[in-house]
């Protein structure tokens, strides 16, 4: 009787374990496909790129000739739209994230403000766009500035900071507090010495990579009507600006007309890489400096 029911077993188990090795296959060629297409995308990209990037690039302003075109313009452009995004987006985001952690009551409000703020970080980038169009560029009179821009695109990245830093705050131990506020600490001097330090390795992370996606956005500047055209270097939130993967976007669509535009693309697409590299390594670093301490 065992021995029938052993044998029952396996073969019931038989087209399970062919349907696991085959989503295991299919997930694995999948990997496989997009990984390749990474590879052929940025061997293509670096090497359209060589004998582009040098000093001249790096330091000159745009201009119609592609021999003497740089992206110094558009790298100040992206400097200073992160002067604005990132103290607007770690101001309101952690401060957010702290209120609905450790101060907002439990109940229907909260969850209905949580549910709003998950739903915000998967609206796609061009409904952003939208609204800063109509609130910072039209209804506020500023225009296609710095100012604009900045703010536009704390918007887009406000959500997936307040969620970061929630979940970062969530994972600090009830025990930390409970000490505390046994030892006669308030509220406030719990979470300032407690809980903030115990958890800036998942707030810091979440920050940086948030801005990591800021500076790769294209689709709210170009609804706000940020241009990729020849212009002054800008000098402060107020001025009129440029950014890199704007400049890449305009680059790639007249290369049609301009065969070299196609190179200057790729070398800004290389230099905008590294810089999203160095700012994830930096992440990486913060976090395991940090959960070393803590």
């Given at each position: 009787?065992?021995?029938?029911?052993?044998?029952?077993?396996?073969?019931?188990?038989?087209?399970?374990?062919?349907?696991?090795?085959?989503?295991?296959?299919?997930?694995?060629?999948?990997?496989?496909?997009?990984?390749?297409?990474?590879?052929?995308?940025?061997?293509?990209?670096?090497?359209?790129?060589?004998?582009?990037?040098?000093?001249?690039?790096?330091?000159?302003?745009?201009?119609?000739?592609?021999?003497?075109?740089?992206?110094?313009?558009?790298?100040?452009?992206?400097?200073?739209?992160?002067?604005?995004?990132?103290?607007?987006?770690?101001?309101?985001?952690?401060?957010?994230?702290?209120?609905?952690?450790?101060?907002?009551?439990?109940?229907?409000?909260?969850?209905?403000?949580?549910?709003?703020?998950?739903?915000?970080?998967?609206?796609?980038?061009?409904?952003?766009?939208i609204l800063g169009l109509t609130v910072f560029v039209r209804a506020m009179?500023?225009?296609?500035?710095?100012?604009?821009?900045?703010?536009?695109?704390?918007?887009?990245?406000?959500?997936?900071?307040?969620?970061?830093?929630?979940?970062?705050?969530?994972?600090?131990?009830?025990?930390?507090?409970?000490?505390?506020?046994?030892?006669?600490?308030?509220?406030?001097?719990?979470?300032?010495?407690?809980?903030?330090?115990?958890?800036?390795?998942?707030?810091?992370?979440?920050?940086?990579?948030?801005?990591?996606?800021?500076?790769?956005?294209?689709?709210?500047?170009?609804?706000?009507?940020?241009?990729?055209l020849i212009m002054p270097i800008p000098e402060g939130v107020f001025d009129?600006?440029?950014?890199?993967?704007?400049?890449?976007?305009?680059?790639?669509?007249?290369?049609?007309?301009?065969?070299?535009?196609?190179?200057?693309?790729?070398?800004?697409?290389?230099?905008?890489?590294?810089?999203?590299?160095?700012?994830?390594?930096?992440?990486?670093?913060?976090?395991?400096?940090?959960?070393?301490?803590?």
């Open positions: 009787m065992k021995y029938m029911d052993i044998e029952q077993v396996q073969k019931n188990m038989t087209p399970r374990l062919f349907k696991n090795n085959l989503a295991k296959s299919g997930y694995f060629i999948a990997s496989l496909f997009g990984l390749l297409v990474l590879i052929i995308l940025i061997f293509r990209v670096f090497s359209d790129s060589l004998g582009w990037i040098d000093w001249q690039f790096l330091s000159n302003k745009l201009s119609t000739d592609a021999e003497r075109a740089g992206i110094l313009g558009a790298i100040m452009g992206t400097v200073w739209l992160m002067f604005v995004v990132a103290p607007v987006t770690v101001f309101l985001g952690v401060g957010t994230a702290i209120y609905l952690e450790e101060y907002a009551k439990k109940g229907r409000i909260r969850d209905i403000i949580q549910t709003n703020i998950a739903n915000l970080a998967g609206v796609p980038s061009v409904v952003f766009g009179g500023l225009g296609n500035i710095i100012l604009a821009g900045g703010l536009t695109m704390a918007l887009l990245i406000l959500p997936i900071v307040v969620v970061a830093s929630q979940e970062a705050i969530r994972a600090v131990p009830q025990q930390l507090r409970e000490a505390s506020y046994g030892m006669g600490a308030t509220k406030w001097q719990t979470v300032k010495r407690i809980v903030i330090p115990a958890a800036i390795p998942g707030i810091l992370t979440g920050v940086i990579l948030s801005l990591s996606r800021a500076i790769g956005e294209t689709a709210p500047l170009v609804v706000i009507g940020i241009p990729a009129k600006f440029t950014v890199m993967p704007m400049q890449i976007y305009y680059w790639t669509i007249d290369s049609v007309l301009v065969e070299e535009y196609a190179n200057l693309a790729a070398a800004t697409i290389v230099i905008l890489l590294i810089i999203l590299f160095l700012m994830n390594s930096i992440a990486i670093i913060i976090r395991n400096k940090f959960q070393k301490r803590f």
